[in-house]
Every structure is written in structure tokens, then in C-alpha cells.
């Protein structure tokens, strides 16, 4: 079984920077893609704010590029998202997702995980 715990949500002021951490646990497989979702409050979508591949390349949405920067440690199993200049609109529950390959050939295709989210809030 896999695991995706993040850590490092927090209330902080407008400005001001955080660094959340999401780190995936288990046994025998191969992450392919990681990525951060956040859920604002009182709706059900995820917006995705970035994702990062294996070999490192990223993408951002327009509402975060410039602000929020994503990185991966491989060895680890990690994500990370530092979030700079943060804004009262930011204030929501960011979530880790990993899209990844198990190594034993009974598990075909990729599967995909998620953590149970951290909570950041930015006050005015």
C-alpha cells in the first residue's frame, strides 16, 4: 500500500512564504509524476497548481507562476512546493497527488495517489 502524507500548512500573513512538504511511502514501485492541488473552501474541485516529472520538468498554473516553485526529491519519495508572496486568495487545503508504476508486472499501468491535505490560510 501506498501512502501520501504532506506536511507544512500553517497561518501566516499576506507576503509572507511557506514550504509545504508531501512525502510518499510504501514499498516497490516508481513514481512517475507528482503534483499539488489545492481545494478552496466550501467547494469540491481541486485546482491543480503544479506537477513535476520524474526527470524534473514543470508546469505551473497562471494563478501561482512566479510565486510558487515545485521540486522533487526522487531518492526520498518527496515533493515540495515553496510558496512565495502568498495571498489571502491562496487560503485553501493543498493537497499531493503521485502518479506511479508498482515494479511487480501484477499491477499494470499507473495508479494514482493522494494525500489527505494541509490546510493554509493567509490572512489580510
Do not use: H
Request: net charge neutral.
Amino acid at each position: 500500500q501506498v501512502q501520501l502524507v504532506e506536511s507544512g500548512g500553517d497561518l501566516v500573513q499576506a507576503g509572507r512564504s511557506l514550504r509545504l512538504s508531501c512525502v510518499a511511502s510504501g514499498t516497490a514501485f516508481r513514481i512517475v509524476d507528482m503534483s499539488w492541488y489545492r481545494q478552496l473552501p466550501g467547494t469540491p474541485r481541486r485546482e491543480l497548481l503544479a506537477s513535476i516529472t520524474s526527470s524534473g520538468k514543470t508546469t505551473y498554473a497562471d494563478s501561482v507562476k512566479g510565486r510558487f516553485t515545485i521540486s522533487r526529491d526522487n531518492a526520498e519519495n518527496s515533493v515540495y512546493l515553496q510558496m512565495n508572496n502568498l495571498r489571502p486568495e491562496d487560503t485553501a487545503g493543498y493537497y499531493c497527488r503521485a502518479d506511479l508504476i508498482f515494479d511487480s508486472t501484477y499491477y499494470e499501468g499507473t495508479y494514482t495517489y493522494w494525500g489527505l491535505g494541509t490546510q493554509v490560510t493567509v490572512s489580510s
